[in-house]
Each structure stands twice: as structure tokens, then as C-alpha cells.
């Protein structure tokens, strides 16, 4: 997938090891992105890593790994993307910019949702202005 609107992070440095895999819940989870449950048998990423010799556990539901996908297109920090994300999409807004429809159209519905809400409200904000 492809970025259309990227958002650039400087992410610093990156962790000694990582282990990335996708993968079909056993249990229900939360997504560190968003908080949602990521159901029983609901595929999802799990990141194990270690950096600076402590070791931590990142899981992303579908919806948040694809605006991770399609937003950042150099890096991101765990449990910041919807934060970056408004900020990005306030920017490209205030800036009489648009994010495009076809950058859209690659998102899951409930994501495409969530930024078409974040866009409006950056909208409704300019025009108040």
C-alpha cells in the first residue's frame, strides 16, 4: 500500500531487535493504538522488541495499521498515531490543502471513518476562525 499523505516523524533510534508477526487473536487484546478489543479469532499485529534492553509488546487492531500504513511513511511512535494523525490532518487543512479521496478509498470503513470525522472538525475549526 502505498502513502499519499505522509506524516514524518523523527522516530530517533530503533529498537535492537523486533519481532513483528499478524496474527488471529486467541484471546481478546486491546489495541495500544485505539483501545478497542481486538476480538477472539480478529487478526491483528503483534511487535515484541527490545530497546535499551527492556522489552515491551505492541499489539494494532486492522483499523489502526491501516492508518499507520497509509499515513506515516517513515516511522511512528506506539500509542501516538491517532495523536499525530489530527495534528497532520489539522495541518493539511489549515493549509487549504486536502487529503485525497484516494488515499481514502485504502482505509477500512470504521478508518476512513474516523478520519473523515477528524477532517470535518478541522473544517468546522477553520471556518470559526
Known sequence: MGN???IYLDIGEFPEI????TIFAA????????????????MFEMVNMRF????????????????????FCDGWWYGSIHEN?????????RGGRAISSKCLDRL??????WVCERMEEAMKEVLNE
Open 4 to 6: 499519499c499523505s505522509c
Open 18 to 21: 523486533s519481532l513483528v508477526r
Open 27 to 42: 484471546r481478546p487484546h486491546e489495541c495500544g493504538e485505539c483501545g478497542k478489543v481486538i476480538k477472539k479469532e480478529e
Open 52 to 71: 535499551e534492553g527492556d522489552w515491551s509488546t505492541h499489539k494494532t487492531c486492522n483499523d489502526c495499521l491501516c492508518l499507520r500504513n497509509e499515513f
Open 85 to 93: 494523525l489530527v495534528d497532520h490532518i489539522n495541518d493539511t487543512i
Open 108 to 113: 477500512t470503513s470504521k478508518a476512513r471513518a
